[in-house]
């Protein structure tokens, strides 16, 4: 299966400090993504990675590819409170259908 | 732009009965993809339109459910007859193609009692 699946399945961190989530899939891919969902909400994208590019930021955002060991990495610095959210990866390969994986649950305490 | 619009947002309903979810996607997107969400499963793909043509529809869980794309800017998911295991969040998504970006409706939560 192409689907990516995070890790952890949850992460509760107070305030200020770093949130790392991880993603790892089993097949090549051409891209992937990363959305935040928040409770009761659709999915927002957050930032797309291709498969020739290493790291990407986004404001307090950022994500590496190791294609190598087919993961990736989110990390968000200096969480807020308003990052709790549920956060996924998706991985797009030859299907050109990004598949996503289960979510990782982020709690930011203030 | 008012994004992905989907309606209803809530839709309770009795086993048996049909039930269609609707979704407007972005103005210009050529792809429109239909995802069922619950705790147990998480976030599966349905079908996928590309041009309003139906693409990948193994998804979808089994004969009672139906989706059609009659044009560029409509969509619908149909359950017939529903039952209470459909219990979950519906969403919408587009995108400019069907490799990048998904722009995710609000969803539509669906309670079969």
């Known amino acids: 299966s192409q689907q990516g699946e995070e890790d952890p399945q949850a992460l509760s961190i107070q305030e200020g400090e770093n949130a790392t989530m991880n993603c790892s899939y089993k097949?090549?891919?051409?891209?992937l993504q990363w959305y935040r969902q928040n409770s009761g909400r659709g999915l927002v994208h957050l930032i797309l990675?291709?498969?020739?590019?290493r790291e990407k930021h986004s404001g307090r955002l950022r994500v590496t590819l190791d294609t190598s060991k087919k993961s990736s990495s989110l990390l968000i610095t200096a969480s807020r409170a308003a990052d709790t959210a549920s956060y996924f990866c998706?991985?797009?390969?030859?299907?050109?259908?990004?598949?996503f994986g289960r979510g990782t649950s982020l709690i930011v305490h203030p | 732009d008012a994004g992905v619009i989907q309606s209803p947002r809530h839709e309770v309903t009795e086993m048996g009965q049909e039930v269609t979810l609707r979704c407007k996607p972005i103005?210009?997107?050529?792809?429109l993809f239909w995802y069922r969400q619950t705790m147990m499963r998480g976030l599966e793909l349905l079908i996928y339109?590309?041009?309003?043509?139906?693409?990948?529809d193994s998804g979808m869980p089994e004969d009672r459910f139906s989706a059609k794309m009659p044009n560029a800017s409509f969509s619908t998911l149909k359950i017939q007859p529903s039952e209470p295991r459909d219990s979950a969040v519906y969403f919408c998504?587009?995108?400019?193609?069907?490799?990048?970006?998904?722009?995710f409706g609000p969803g539509t939560r669906l309670l079969v009692l």
């Open positions: 998504a587009s995108s400019l193609t069907g490799q990048e970006t998904q722009y």
């Open positions: 097949t090549s891919i051409n891209n």
């Open positions: 990675i291709r498969s020739n590019e």
């Open positions: 998706a991985t797009e390969g030859g299907s050109y259908i990004p598949t």
């Open positions: 103005s210009g997107h050529n792809s």
């Open positions: 339109f590309n041009n309003n043509v139906p693409i990948d």
